[in-house]
């Protein structure tokens, strides 16, 4: 089993900055793919960013030049630095491992952009 542990969500005014923080843990060989996902209220959860195991990363069109995802693979963490906030990037910011082609998720860190 996979834990994974989000920090660093909040308030910030539009054009702000916040940096997301997802540990995981437990029992991982191998990680097919990280990466970080959205839902805003009445929307469905989409894509932010991931890594792809093999070198691949995909960004949302909505962030690129925005957003950059990171890692420290020696501490299985997933870093999502997002810059120029919108109102419109207000959303509950979920991460996502998939292991052993086992699919986990965090429960989420609540992100508000205010205008």
């Known amino acids: 089993q996979v834990q994974l542990v989000e920090s660093g969500g909040g308030l910030v005014q539009a054009g702000g900055s916040l940096r997301l923080s997802c540990a995981a843990s437990?029992?991982?060989?191998?990680?097919?793919?990280m990466g970080w996902y959205r839902q805003a209220p009445g929307k469905q959860r989409e894509l932010v960013a991931r890594f792809i195991s093999g070198g691949r990363i995909d960004y949302a069109d909505f962030v690129k030049g925005r957003f950059t995802i990171s890692s420290d693979n020696n501490k299985n963490t997933v870093y999502l630095q997002m810059n120029s906030l919108k109102p419109e990037d207000t959303a509950v910011y979920y991460c996502n491992f998939i292991s052993d082609l086992n699919i986990y998720w965090g429960k989420g860190t609540q992100v508000t952009c205010s205008s």
């Open positions: 437990g029992r991982i060989f191998s990680i097919n793919a």
